[in-house]
């Protein structure tokens, strides 16, 4: 499945995001990480670039995005978030917000 430049930023925004909300940066999540750069396809110089846009604009992109990337991203976010061991209060918080926003069942 293919994601446009916007879609990847706002993915890799959302992606950061969920590695960053319990202010510990774990070394399972540095993996995750480094397994999604060539399946979204991007590198570090991406992920600085998603780091300027905010989780409003992350959320308008993503509104726009199909039901089955939508899954997808659902799918990632949960695989970042447990990469850990678990799922922290506050990742858990930002995914759910997200989900919320752009339509995905916390099931998906």
Same mark, same amino acid.
């Given at each position: 499945m293919e994601f446009d430049i916007p879609e990847k930023l706002a993915i890799v925004h959302l992606i950061d995001s969920v590695i960053v909300a319990d202010g510990q940066v774990h070394s399972g999540e540095i993996s995750a990480l480094s397994k999604l750069m060539p399946i979204i396809d991007f590198d570090s110089n991406f992920l600085i670039q998603a780091r300027t846009i905010d989780i409003d604009? $992350?959320?308008?992109?993503?509104?726009?995005? $199909?039901?089955?990337?939508?899954?997808?991203?659902?799918?990632?976010?949960?695989?970042?978030?447990?990469s850990d061991g678990y799922i922290h209060e506050k990742e858990d918080d930002v995914i759910r917000h997200v989900f919320s926003e752009i339509g995905v069942s916390k099931k998906a």
């Open positions: 604009q $992350s959320v308008h992109i993503l509104k726009g995005m $199909s039901e089955a990337k939508k899954v997808r991203l659902a799918e990632i976010l949960k695989e970042v978030a447990i």
